[in-house]
């Protein structure tokens, strides 16, 4: 069974802080990703990854595939990145297996 | 940029009546899913269709739940008979392609089973 574990449950920082959330997947899964979502609800699309490392403005995610771990960083956070930030694992056939999510607070 | 669009983007039902869920996805995009998402719980698969037909279904996809998609554009989520536990953010998504490719995700369809 495909399973995606994410850590932590929430994170607080202060506008300014590097910020990892860490995501750890089972044997099976082939590719990795990274996703947003807002309050209203609406799932954006940040990284696929499948091997090494990717960059988008502030944010950068990783992936290990011998350890089977992955990691979001977002250098100088603000408050507009407070959302929940989701790891999803796509395994051989193309659906997603979701993690529960890090809600992630930016205070000013 | 190409967006992925889902209407209603909120809809109340009575329990037992039948709702369709409708989606646009991005043109030239080949792989549709839909997905849930209840309250306070994690997003969960339901289908991926692929060809016209049913790629792959979870357990949760049963009978009351089918898809379709009756004209190339339009992709549309069925449940026939609802029930209050189908309350959900219901999300539809498109990819090019398996595995590697990226997702586009819409902006949901709120459903409410009162």
């Known amino acids: 069974k495909n399973e995606v574990e994410q850590s932590p449950q929430n994170l607080t920082a202060q506008e300014g802080e590097f910020i990892t959330i860490n995501c750890s997947y089972s044997?099976?899964?082939?590719?990795l990703h990274w996703l947003q979502q807002h309050p209203g609800g609406g799932i954006v699309s940040l990284f696929m990854?499948?091997?090494g490392k990717k960059k988008h403005g502030r944010l950068i995610a990783t992936i290990n595939i011998q350890e089977k771990h992955s990691s979001l960083h977002i250098t100088a956070s603000h408050p507009r990145d407070s959302a929940v930030y989701i790891c999803?694992?796509?395994?051989?056939?193309?659906?997603?297996?979701f993690g529960e999510g890090t809600q992630l607070t930016v205070n000013p | 940029e190409p967006e992925v669009t889902q209407t209603p983007s909120h809809q109340v039902t009575q329990m037992g009546q039948e709702v369709i869920l409708r989606c646009v996805p991005i043109s030239n995009h080949l792989y549709f899913y839909w997905y849930r998402q209840i309250l306070g719980q994690k997003v969960e698969f339901l289908v991926s269709?692929?060809?016209?037909?049913?790629?792959?279904k979870s357990e949760i996809f049963d009978d009351q739940f089918s898809v379709e998609r009756p004209d190339g554009s339009n992709f549309t989520l069925k449940i026939r008979s609802t029930k209050l536990e189908d309350s959900a953010m219901y999300f539809c998504a498109s990819t090019r392609g398996q595995s590697n490719y990226g997702y586009t995700f819409g902006s949901g369809t709120r459903l409410t089973v009162v």
């Open positions: 044997v099976g899964i082939s590719a």
């Open positions: 999803a694992g796509a395994a051989s056939g193309s659906r997603l297996t």
């Open positions: 269709f692929y060809n016209n037909e049913i790629s792959e």
């Open positions: 990854l499948s091997s």
